[in-house]
């Protein structure tokens, strides 16, 4: 708010503070208290008013800078201004030498025969006004040829009909004063029955030319009026003389009672033939219906897409027929859409309605029609570079279908890298062609489209960091080539088998047959360990651990424990199987059998025959599977090992006791 805006603020507080105080002291005594309720209900609503005002202010002065905005240039309006004194200075210098001209002619009418010396004196003058009148009109019309350029005319309206433009002001009336009042003039022309264009007479005066009818000015012409018309008074003033007597002519033709009764009967016989045309398009759909009904047979298939029906028969006929009507109300309303134009266009007053309303529909056409055509270049460019950046995805497709044949072979590039780099130059590559093309779209440098772009920019950034972290992650693991499908493979608690990579997720299956899918950023922050990596080369090792008294030579664990092995399921009998004592303790000992196998995905299977092998050779050697904790007397209890391992004769021990006592000293 500029400081002269809040001076004009305060000194309207002011004002008003000083016009309530002022009232109240000039106010009688006995009415000044009633005065003084009154008036502050008046203050109130002023100063309501006024807040309001402040409330709205800053609205105001936005626009108002944008007003100063869309203004013109300074130097142009000065340099226009200029332009229209010089014009005012040239027409007023050539009035001046018109009635000098006047005076002198009279002066060498009145002259003797003895006055030869001042008679020629006052020609030379009169010639010499008369080359600087020449001169001024030469200046003045190359003045108003340039001024052309930037002023428009005031139009002078007649019915909806421009006629002519007046582009000069004359005395105290500008050129839209003397339109609007040339134009109520004519309207009361339309209203004299007995109106004829000969009828409206040429008055010439020294200054402008007049068209009169029955000694009422209708226009006024003067020099300026000409020159800017590029003629001469006379013959703008037959000009206008016969725009104005046509104009009014016709109007008095078009709304004579015989014209009216025509316009009548065109208008009952339209709408006659609108309501055929409606009945005929009624009786056109309504046999295509019953001719699409009698023909129902012919879709009795329906349309099915490999083994899923999209459309039965039924439906089929239910859509042709929702089309069918579509189209047959949309014939009707265009028909009476068409007709209104037409019914409008019958009566003069109402012409103006009939062209908005083909205006309607023209206007959108053509300019559709008009930015397809402009386009067509475009189109024929975007086609061109499609096609140039389609051959080079079908030459990556190749070469990425050659490397996973295995026919190309790259130094340090594997073959399971083909597709996911095939998919980053083809996101590379689209992306640089919806660059290359942007340009060439429609109202691609409008102020919507950049902001819609920014929008959906935005949307993607903020709405997709999560998605994106799993993409990145999806890329480095194919490239770390940390696992691949098949491989089985345990990710921080999950075990399984790896039946799909993606961008976003690695799917896994468990040994329960439970689909597990992991975000590839988990992935990344894990450790990841991988059971077929090297599972078809050296193998993987199986293990699993028992625990043996010490009473059991260890030498006979070991053979025990390898012949289990190798008699176990899917195990290597090359490398051999060996055994590791892990650990010492207070009552036993601990073994791990070490196997080799080549089936990392049956592990499960694997372990279960090795623990079932393991038993049943420890139970044949007759070795108990046991981690004794304390020592206790075997005497009387039977073994551990199954009945089946043992031989028929076998009975428990029965308890041995002792009555002798200890000797004492």
Known sequence: MSCKDTKFIFNGFSELYRLQFFSIENTP????????YFNWIGMKKVVFKLCLCLWF???????????LKQKPDTSQVRQLNNDLNKVKQLAAERLSDSLKRSDLQEQVARLGTGDDAKRETIIAELNAL???????????????DALRKVIKGAPVVYRNDTLFYIYTRQGSFSAIDRAEAVAVRMLKLAQDLSFKTDSIKVQTTEETTDLVYKNALLVSISDPDALWNRTTKTELAALLKSKIGTAVFIHQ???????????????????????LLIKGVNRLFAWMELAIRNRQGRFKDGIRIRNYELLNAERQLTIIAAVVSFFRWAVIILVIYLALPVLFGIFPFTRDLSVSLLNYILTPLKKIG????????????ILVLIIVFRYVLRLLRFIKTEIERGKLNIPGFYADWASPTYQIARALLLAFMLVVIFPYLPGHDSDIFKGVSVFMGVLFTFGSAGALSNVVAGLVLTYMRAFKIGDRVKIGEVTGDIIGKTLLVTRVRTIQNEIVSIPNSTVMGNHTVNYSEEAGNSGLIVNTTVTIGYDVPWRQVHQLL???????????????????????DDYYVSYR??????????????YSSLHANIQDHF????????????KALRDGNSTTIPADYLPQDYAAPVFKTSTEHPKQD
């Not at 202010?57 to 800078?65: E, N, T």
């Not at 025509?262 to 309501?275: D, S």
Request: proline residues 7%; hydrophobic residues 45%; neutral net charge.
């Open 593 to 606: 059998i070490n196997a080799y196998t080549k089936q990392p995905n049956r592990q499960a299977a694997i």
């Open 253 to 275: 033709q078009e709304t004579s009672w015989q014209i009216l009764a025509k316009e009548v009967l065109l208008t009952l016989l339209v709408i006659v033939v609108v309501f």
């Open 57 to 67: 202010y800053p609205l105001v002065l936005i626009a108002r800078q944008d007003t």
């Open 130 to 144: 008369k080359k600087r009148d020449s001169l001024h009109l030469a200046e003045q019309k190359q003045q108003i």
């Open 619 to 630: 139970n044949q050697a007759g070795v108990e599977i046991m981690s004794p904790h304390y």
């Open 29 to 36: 005594p006995n009415e000044k208290k009633t005065y003084i």
């Open 370 to 381: 008009f930015a397809v055509w402009d386009f067509v270049p475009n189109i024929i460019t």
């Open 562 to 584: 390898i012949d289990a092995a190798l008699a176990s399921e899917m195990i290597e009998p090359e490398p051999k199987p060996y055994v590791y004592q892990t650990s010492l």
